[in-house]
């Protein structure tokens, strides 16, 4: 009992309510009989595509800075990388046929060298607002993401499906369908359990992200960089270079950043530009947060208890909503966006004092 | 009848997390009566009074023993406030008090005379006007108590550090159902004349019928003011006195007991060995513990302690040598010029440190026993750690034996080396920032304050295992320490720093008299 307790009360007000709110519909979805296949397909497969996505955020929190409000940084960087393994498809169209497969390494190649020295400049900026991260993070992403807005209209992309018929500039909104890269990792290795499925690929690519950054926690940098988040003070005494090891976070977070966006545009088939990147952050932020992270402190346990809970609450959320009423339609969205704030209001009152 | 006593505290005890601080206290004031109450920096008089103000890291943490009696009556202190009502004043160490505020508002604060005027007639109490005659009136009259002859007006931003306290008290005083006033520390901020000044305004205050609590650890003030002297030592009554029947000497020596016969003083000569860490014009930036020039040669093989008052300096050098804060000079380490400002470099020619900020700058606190011990020797010397090319991993299968090995070594007692160092007594908190430093095979080891805020089984340990490596690997020890009767206990020599400075270095043998001369700086100047 005493036991029980205890777990309950390491769990905390917030994710007991989150908890209770999923099996609360989870247990409505059953009671107003929604097809429970289709429901746990759509939670895998949205599971696997914000996976990296959140997971940039514990290599954040880890080296000090907190959590990345300004992880669109790192998307915009992989959405650079997708644009240039479409555009080097097109071009070099009759030279080289590129499989799918083989365009989605590509954009994550490309987008590499940009999302490392992004995280540098991000980094540094970081170090000479200690204290205040979050609320430099999140203006720096919205910021550069409005930059960006401009640059989509100047950088010369010129493959027809990018393009918008008319003028200049790409689309909002690029369909990876026609190069094959859509649902490149879903459909590998996938199988059914009766209606239900299983997108292996995915997971097993967001299993190995995690197996590589647990690897990297463990290495000789990784403890460093934990030390510089957990005491800065402990660290810079035990000869630990303090803001390179923040600078080594953030690259690191902007680097799955990258890879993240363009994990989740093979899923959902498209890449969306423009406005697309400004709030997918916040999505993140919370998901992270509901899994027991702290703005100080993240295991790869809360990324992945985070992912799914609030993942399958988006998932599981809309049906039930809409099923009580169809004028209520944009209920799921709304529950969604009051959970994701709450949880970071929540977690952001918890950060300072006792 | 007018009560006896105006404040009994019967049998006073706290624990924090299962380490006991305070055990058996009793303490009785008369009204009038100034009691002192001497210890040694740890002994327990800030837990005690934290225990007489209700003040929440006592009740946060479990509560404490014993009762306590005001005016004859029992009374359960629960908060600062309520401690106030029932007539115990405090007057801070630290000022708090409102820098752009007038001296009578800051005596005033939160106790405001009102007046009424015509808003606040039609919307209540809160819109009262302060009536600022009275309240002047109010404020001179206890500052002229205190013989101050500043303007109530005028505003504390600015005055000096002895007018601000001064402030302190007349805010106390101000308050009409004081009863005992408790003074913690208040002439370490002062200049000399102004400590008189302070002492003669005690005795009038008492005078008066307040009763007055006295901390402090400055012997001759106590015998100066005080009626009754109450002396406590690691948490535990010594004893009482009576001013008539006691001196500095027996004070001091109650103060510092018999800890010093626990282990044999060091009677080595190592004058013949030659220099190993050599400090010329050591100046450090930290802020509270400045450096001022120091000049310092440690021996081969020897322990050498650093001793002085707090706030002079003495915790300063060891964070200079170490690059934690800002230093200049010329530091030789075995002849070779030690680069400054770079713990890392420090670490790697061979110098390791144990903080006096345990659990600021000494632990990960939210880490294993096992991170901890090893964690400065994989990131400086790549020991528990497999490289293959750009890529590493920490070797767990020998930093789970070593930390085994230091856990056995240096008795830290632990549900195993996987426990986080939080939910670890201070004293073996301390242990595990030794094993890290010793991790390390440091030439010559820095300790800061080992022994602060731990229970006396596990001071035992510390300085035990401190001794051991030092006559069984021949490692070079410099400790430093606010507990004198420590390093007259461990040390070959005790280096006195005074002002920033090193104002002499004594034997451990050495008289009292001089050690007390050295720590108060001028007083050895016309000695000398």
């Given at each position: ?10 769990l905390?007000?917030?994710?007991l309510?989150i908890?209770?709110f999923?099996?609360f519909l989870?247990?409505a ?15 895998l497969?949205?599971i696997?595509?914000w996976?990296v996505?959140?997971l940039?955020?514990?290599?954040a ?19 650079v ?19 799918g497969?083989a365009?989605f390494?590509?954009a994550i ?7 490392v020295?992004?995280g ?9 607002v ?5 609320m430099?993070?999140?203006?720096v992403?919205?910021?550069?993401v409005?930059i ?7 950088l ?46 995915l997971?097993?690519?967001?299993a190995l992200?995690?197996f590589?950054m ?9 403890t460093?960089m934990?030390?510089?988040g ?23 977070s ?26 997918m ?6 998901a ?14 809360h ?8 993942l399958?609450i988006?998932?599981?959320a809309?049906?039930?909503a809409?099923a009580?009423?169809?004028d209520?339609?944009?209920m ?8 994701q ?6 977690a ?7 | 009848m007018a ?16 380490t006991?601080v305070l055990?058996?206290?009793d ?9 002192g109450?001497?210890g ?11 225990i ?9 943490t ?5 009762s ?5 009556e029992?009374?359960q ?5 309520e401690?106030m ?13 409102l ?13 405001e005379v009102?007046?009424?005027n015509?808003?606040s ?14 309240m002047?009136?109010?404020?001179r ?6 013989h101050?002859d500043i303007e ?23 308050k ?11 002439t ?11 002492l ?5 205050i008492?005078?008066?019928g ?5 901390i402090?650890?400055?012997l ?7 009626d ?10 010594v ?13 001091a020596?109650l ?7 626990e ?12 220099p ?27 322990i ?8 002079q ?5 060891a ?9 200049e000079?010329d530091?030789?380490?075995?002849g ?24 600021g ?12 011990i090893v964690?400065s020797?994989?990131?400086?010397q790549?020991?528990f ?6 890529f590493?991993q ?28 939080r939910?670890?007594?201070g ?7 030794i ?6 095979n440091p030439?010559?080891?820095l300790?800061s ?15 035990d ?15 430093t320490s ?21 104002a ?25």
């Amino acid at each position: 009992m005493k036991t029980v307790l205890d777990f309950l009360k390491n769990l905390g007000l917030a994710r007991l309510i989150i908890l209770g709110f999923f099996v609360f519909l989870c247990a409505a979805a059953i009671l107003l009989r929604l097809n429970l296949a289709e429901l746990l397909t759509s939670s895998l497969a949205r599971i696997g595509m914000w996976g990296v996505l959140v997971l940039a955020m514990l290599p954040a929190i880890v080296s000090g800075i907190g959590p990345n409000f300004g992880v669109s940084l790192g998307i915009l960087c992989g959405l650079v990388g997708g644009l240039t393994s479409l555009e080097m498809a097109y071009r070099l169209e009759g030279v080289v046929e590129l499989g799918g497969g083989a365009l989605f390494f590509i954009a994550i190649l490309v987008s590499m060298p940009f999302a490392v020295m992004t995280g540098i400049g991000y980094g540094w900026l970081l170090n000479r607002v200690k204290g205040s991260e979050m609320m430099i993070a999140t203006y720096v992403g919205f910021s550069v993401v409005s930059i960006m807005k401009l640059a989509w209209l100047f950088l010369p992309y010129s493959s027809p499906e990018m393009a918008w018929p008319i003028g200049r500039g790409v689309r909002v909104q690029i369909s990876l369908a026609n190069r094959g890269i859509t649902r490149i990792l879903n459909d590998f290795l996938s199988f059914r359990i009766g209606d239900v499925v299983v997108p292996t690929g995915l997971l097993l690519f967001v299993a190995l992200c995690c197996f590589l950054m647990w690897l990297f926690l463990r290495s000789k940098t990784g403890t460093a960089m934990y030390a510089a988040g957990d005491n800065p003070r402990f660290a810079e005494a035990a000869g630990v270079n303090v803001n390179r090891q923040r600078i080594v976070g953030t690259i690191l977070s902007t680097v799955l950043g990258a890879v993240g966006i363009l994990v989740y545009a093979q899923s959902y088939g498209f890449m969306q530009l423009y406005e697309g990147p400004m709030f997918m952050p916040f999505v993140a932020v919370a998901a992270v947060l509901i899994g027991g992270a702290s703005v100080k402190r993240a295991t790869i346990t809360h990324v992945v208890v985070g992912t799914i809970l609030f993942l399958g609450i988006q998932v599981v959320a809309i049906p039930v909503a809409n099923a009580f009423t169809a004028d209520w339609s944009s209920m799921g969205e709304i529950s969604r966006k009051i959970i994701q704030n709450g949880v970071i209001l929540y977690a952001l009152t918890q950060a300072g004092g006792d | 009848m007018a009560p006896e006593s105006v404040l009994k505290m019967t049998n006073i005890g706290k624990s924090y997390y299962g380490t006991t601080v305070l055990k058996g206290i009793d303490l009785e004031i008369k009204p009038g009566e100034i009691h002192g109450i001497v210890g040694e920096n740890g002994a327990g008089k800030s837990t005690l009074m934290n225990i007489l103000f209700g003040m929440s890291v006592i009740h946060s943490t479990g509560g404490f023993e014993g009762s306590i009696e005001v005016a004859g009556e029992s009374v359960q202190i629960q908060s600062p406030e309520e401690a106030m009502a029932l007539g115990i004043g405090m007057v801070h160490q630290e000022f708090m008090l409102l820098p752009n505020f007038t001296l009578t508002e800051n005596i005033k604060l939160n106790r405001e005379v009102l007046k009424p005027n015509p808003v606040s007639r039609i919307f209540g109490e809160n819109l009262k006007s302060l009536d600022f005659d009275v309240m002047n009136k109010d404020a001179r009259k206890a500052l002229d108590r205190l013989h101050i002859d500043i303007e109530e007006y005028a505003s504390v931003a600015g005055l000096p550090v002895g007018h601000m306290q001064f402030t302190e008290i007349a805010r106390e005083l101000d308050k009409t159902n004081l009863k005992v006033l408790v003074f913690d520390e208040p002439t370490a901020v002062l200049t000399e004349s102004e400590a008189d000044h302070l002492l003669q305004a005690m005795k009038e205050i008492a005078a008066d019928g307040i009763a007055i609590l006295f901390i402090t650890h400055r012997l001759d003030e106590i015998i100066t003011v005080c009626d009754n002297i109450t002396v406590l030592r690691d948490g535990a009554l010594v004893g009482h006195r009576t001013k008539a029947e006691t001196d500095v000497y027996e004070l001091a020596e109650l103060m510092v007991g018999s800890r010093m016969a626990e282990l044999a003083q060091s009677t080595r000569d190592l004058s013949e060995k030659k220099p190993v860490l050599e400090l010329r014009n050591l100046n450090v930036r930290m802020p509270g513990e400045r450096v001022r020039g120091v000049n310092l040669d440690v021996r081969e093989g020897e322990i050498l302690g650093i001793g002085g008052l707090a706030g002079q300096g003495k915790i300063g050098i060891a964070n200079g040598i170490m690059g934690l804060f800002p230093s200049e000079g010329d530091v030789r380490l075995a002849g070779e010029q030690l680069p400054l400002n770079s713990p890392k470099e420090s670490m790697a020619r061979g110098l390791a440190y144990v903080s006096e900020d345990r659990r600021g700058v000494g632990l990960l606190l939210d880490s294993s026993i096992e991170l901890n011990i090893v964690f400065s020797a994989a990131q400086n010397q790549n020991q528990f750690v497999r490289r293959w090319g750009p890529f590493s991993q920490l070797d767990s299968d020998t930093i789970r034996q070593h930390a085994l090995k230091y856990i056995k070594d240096l008795d830290i007692r632990c549900t195993g080396p996987t426990q986080m160092v939080r939910r670890l007594s201070g004293g073996n908190q301390q242990k595990v920032c030794i094993a890290r430093a010793l991790t390390m095979n440091p030439h010559v080891l820095l300790v800061s304050e080992p022994t602060r805020g731990i229970d006396v089984g596990a001071k035992r340990i510390v300085l035990d295992t401190l001794r051991k490596l030092n006559e069984e690997l021949g490692m070079t020890i410099v400790m430093t320490s606010s507990e004198l009767g420590e390093l007259r206990s461990i040390c070959d020599r005790i280096a006195i720093v005074t002002d920033g400075k090193v104002a002499g270095i004594l034997k451990p043998d050495d008289s009292d008299v001089n050690f007390g001369l050295l720590m108060s700086g001028q007083k050895a100047e016309k000695g000398a």
